[in-house]
C-alpha cells in the first residue's frame, strides 16, 4: 500500500529518516526510513519498543508506555517492521500495535523466538513473523537490508545496512541498534568489523547510532571478563548464593551457571523472565550444554551450600522473584542470615528508590550484598567513547545522528562524531530527517505516546488519565444533595472524601461553602449550582489545605 503524501515539506526528500519514540530518551525505540517514489513514499520500521512508568514520571495504574504510531498508520506506505534484537525497548510495542500496522515482521531466531510469545499472548499467532539468518540479505521495496551481527547484552543483536533507492539514486544508512564490541562476547559471534568496514568502503550516507554510553570514556568491558569474575566472587561463598541479573542477557545466565557448576553448585531458575528467556534460547540453539536446572519445589533436597538461585529482580521490581525472597513470601524459597545475594547489573535510571529499598531489606536479614565495583561483575551492553571512536573508523560515514539517549547523551555522541570528521545532526522524536538529497529537518510530526491501561490503549491527553493523575495529587469530594420534584432540597446535603484529609476543620468549611451556595428557600437550579458549588468547594478547600481536589455533585431525586 502507498499514500501520497500531503506535506509538501515531505515532497522534496528522496530519502527520510523519523524517530517516533527513542531519541531523546531511553527506551521506546520506533524508527521510520521513507523512500519518495512516484505514487508516494515507501516505509519500513525498525523497532517498536516499550518504556516503564517509574520515578516521578510513573502514572497510577500504567506500567506501559509506547510510541503513538498515528502518523505511520495515517501515513500508509509501511512495508515491514525490521526488529533488531529482543530488548523490550525494541520489540515491547509490536503485539500490542501490530492490529494498526499490519505489516510483516522481520526478526532473527532468537528475536523471533521472543516475539512469537508475545504474539501468542495477544492471540496474534496468525501474525507474519518471518525468521531470518543473522546475516539476511532482504530486498523489501525500494529498500535493500543487511543485517549485520553486532555484540549487546542479548542474543543476536544487528546493524541493519539500508540501501533505499529512489529516482536520484541510493542513500545509504548504518543503523547500528543496540551494540557494544565484545571481544569475547561467551554466546554468539564477535562483531562483524569486516562487514561493518565494506559498507564503509561502499559510502555511508547516514548513521544512526546508540548514545547512551556516548558521556562514557573507555570500554564498556567483555562478558568473558564478567565470567571469570563471578566464578571467583561466586567461590569466595559460603551459604546459599542468590544472583540476580537482567533475564535477556543469554551469556550472563551461561556465566552465572557454568560458575555455580564449576563451584560445585547446583541452579534454580526463579521468575518467569528467567524461565522465558531460557526456553527461547534452548529452543533456538543456546545454553545447549549447560547442566541441568533444579526445579523451585525441588530445592529443599539440596543443601543450601550447594545451591545458587538465578533470579529475576535486579531493579527492585515488587512482583519479582528477588523482591519476594526479600518479603519472605516466595512459596519455596527463603533468604537466612548468612547467604549472599550478588547483583550483576546496573541501576537503570529511575530506579534508584526501588533498589535501595530492596538492598536494605536485605541488609536487614542479614544476607551480605555484593554490588559491581566496576566491570568486574557486570558490563554495560553500549559502546562508550573508545568503542565509538572504533565504530567511527570503521564505517566513515558522512552524517551521524545520534538516537537511543537523553538530550545530554546525544549531544556528546554528536560532539565526538564531529571530531572524528563526520558532520551531525541532534534530533528529537517527531523530527522528520530529509537524508538525501541533502541533509536537514525539514518538519515535526506528532510524536506523542500511548499507554496501556489493564488491557486497553490511551492516548497521552485520554480523560481517563488525566483524571487519575488529578485523583492522586489532590484527591476527590463528592457532594450529594437530595431534591425533591420541585429542585428543593429535600434532606441533608452529604460529603463524601477521597484522598483528602479526614479533618473535622476542613469538613466545616466545605459545608459552609455549599450551604453559601444554596438559597434560603431551598430551591435549586441544578446545572448553575453544579458549577458554583465546585468552585465554592475547591477555592475553600484550597484556602485550608493548600490543594484543590476534584469536586463532583450528584443532585439526588426524592420523589
Request: aromatic share 4%; hydrophobic share 40%; charged share 25%.
Amino acid at each position: 500500500m502507498k499514500h501520497k503524501n500531503k506535506s509538501s515539506k515531505m515532497k522534496q526528500a528522496d530519502t527520510i529518516f523519523l524517530p517516533l519514540g527513542g531519541t531523546g530518551e531511553i527506551g521506546m525505540n520506533c524508527n521510520l526510513y521513507g523512500v519518495a517514489g512516484k505514487d508516494g513514499y515507501e516505509w519500513i520500521m525498525v523497532d517498536l519498543g516499550v518504556t516503564f512508568a517509574k520515578g516521578e514520571n510513573a502514572l497510577a495504574g500504567i506500567d506501559l508506555i509506547m510510541p503513538d504510531t498515528s502518523f505511520i498508520e495515517k501515513a500508509g506506505g509501511l512495508q515491514a517492521l525490521l526488529l533488531t534484537h529482543g530488548h523490550e525497548d525494541h520489540l515491547g510495542a509490536v503485539a500490542h500495535l501490530w492490529r494498526r500496522l499490519q505489516c510483516p515482521i522481520y526478526a532473527t531466531p532468537f528475536t523471533a523466538e521472543l516475539m512469537r510469545q508475545k504474539l501468542a499472548e495477544q492471540g496474534l499467532e496468525d501474525a507474519p513473523l518471518h525468521i531470518i539468518d543473522i546475516n539476511a540479505h532482504l530486498q523489501i521495496g525500494a529498500f535493500t537490508i543487511d543485517y549485520i551481527t553486532l555484540t549487546h547484552s542479548i542474543a543476536e543483536p544487528s546493524a541493519l545496512a539500508i540501501r533505499a533507492t529512489h529516482k536520484n539514486g541510493t542513500t545509504n544508512i548504518l543503523h547500528t541498534g543496540d551494540w557494544k564490541i565484545d571481544p569475547d562476547p561467551i554466546i554468539g559471534a564477535p562483531t562483524q568489523e569486516d562487514r561493518l568496514k565494506a559498507f564503509g568502503d561502499e559510502g555511508i550516507d547516514a548513521i544512526i547510532c546508540d548514545s547512551t554510553n556516548a558521556l562514557v570514556a573507555g570500554r564498556a568491558g567483555s562478558e568473558g571478563m564478567v565470567a571469570k569474575n563471578l566464578r571467583e566472587t561466586i567461590a569466595r561463598c559460603k551459604n546459599q548464593v542468590v544472583v540476580t541479573a537482567f533475564a535477556s542477557n543469554v551469556a550472563r545466565l551461561a556465566s552465572v551457571t557454568q560458575a555455580a557448576s564449576a563451584c560445585g553448585r547446583v541452579v534454580c531458575l526463579a521468575g518467569r523472565g528467567m524461565h522465558r528467556i531460557v526456553a527461547a534460547a534452548q529452543k533456538t540453539g543456546y545454553l545447549k550444554d549447560l547442566p541441568p536446572f533444579v526445579e523451585e519445589d525441588n530445592i529443599s533436597d539440596i543443601p543450601r551450600n550447594k545451591r545458587l538461585i538465578l533470579c529475576t529482580g535486579s531493579q527492585g521490581e515488587e512482583r519479582a522473584a528477588l523482591a519476594r525472597l526479600a518479603r519472605g513470601d516466595h512459596r519455596h524459597l527463603s533468604l537466612k542470615k548468612g547467604d549472599h545475594v550478588i547483583f550483576s547489573s546496573r541501576v537503570i535510571p529511575g530506579n534508584e528508590v526501588g533498589i535501595g529499598d530492596l538492598h536494605n531489606q536485605l541488609v536487614r536479614l542479614g544476607v551480605e550484598v555484593i554490588l559491581p565495583k566496576g566491570n568486574d561483575i557486570h558490563v554495560s551492553g553500549h559502546p562508550c567513547e573508545d568503542e565509538l571512536r572504533d565504530m567511527y573508523k570503521w564505517a566513515r560515514p558522512k552524517l551521524a545522528i545520534p538516537v537511543h539517549g537523553e538530550a545530554r547523551h546525544l549531544k556528546a555522541h554528536a560532539d565526538l562524531a564531529k571530531s572524528l570528521g563526520a558532520a551531525a545532526l541532534e534530533i528529537d522524536n517527531g523530527d522528520v530527517v530529509q537524508l538525501s538529497p541533502f541533509p536537514k529537518v525539514i518538519d515535526k510530526v506528532e510524536s506523542g505516546r500511548l499507554y496501556l491501561d489493564g488491557h486497553i490503549l490511551l492516548s497521552s491527553d485520554d480523560e481517563a488519565l488525566l483524571a487519575r493523575q488529578s485523583l492522586a495529587q489532590n484527591g476527590l469530594v463528592v457532594v450529594a444533595i437530595p431534591l425533591d420534584s420541585a429542585n428543593r432540597l429535600a434532606g441533608e446535603v452529604d460529603v463524601m472524601v477521597l484522598g483528602v484529609p479526614e479533618d473535622d476543620d476542613l469538613y466545616d468549611i466545605i459545608y459552609d461553602a455549599i450551604e453559601r451556595v444554596i438559597p434560603s428557600n431551598g430551591k435549586l437550579t441544578p446545572n448553575k449550582a453544579d458549577k458554583a458549588i465546585v468552585r465554592h468547594v475547591k477555592n475553600a478547600v484550597a484556602a485550608q489545605w493548600g490543594k484543590r481536589p476534584q469536586i463532583e455533585v450528584q443532585f439526588i431525586s426524592c420523589l
